[in-house]
């Protein structure tokens, strides 16, 4: 046996393993261009680069998201849609843009999502 090859055959090279890890079932995958589209909308909106991803600007999409329409009493987007947005924009940085985004990049963004979710729970029940 030639040096990586196993017994199945020839080791996969580790950007194939990438590739096939990342592309993940065809909704997931709909769902993350979806959410894409919206990230280039919100950034184009303030004159961001779309590639630029850093924690501040995921927090404004979570505020750009919750209250887009403006014209309704509470969030605009689902709270779980939003979430799944952060998600889909973190991992399209990742994978189709080769950004090195930390782990916890949208780790505040998401606090801020869940603080606004209470207040919408608490309004509902007082």
Request: glycine share 8%; no cysteine; hydrophobic share 40%.
């Amino acid at each position: 046996m030639a040096a990586g090859d196993t017994v199945l055959g020839t080791r996969p090279s580790r950007s194939q393993v990438l590739g096939a890890r990342s592309a993940g079932p065809k909704n997931t995958t709909d769902g993350y261009a979806v959410d894409w589209k919206d990230w280039e909308r919100f950034t184009a909106l303030l004159g961001l680069p779309v590639t630029a991803i850093p924690p501040s600007s995921l927090t404004a999409f979570v505020e750009w998201l919750w209250f887009e329409l403006g014209w309704k009493k509470g969030p605009s987007t689902a709270p779980s849609t939003i979430d799944r947005r952060l998600s889909g924009v973190v991992v399209t940085g990742r994978t189709d843009h080769k950004r090195q985004l930390d782990k916890t990049v949208a780790a505040h963004a998401r606090r801020i999502l869940k603080v606004k979710v209470k207040k919408m729970d608490r309004r509902r029940l007082g």
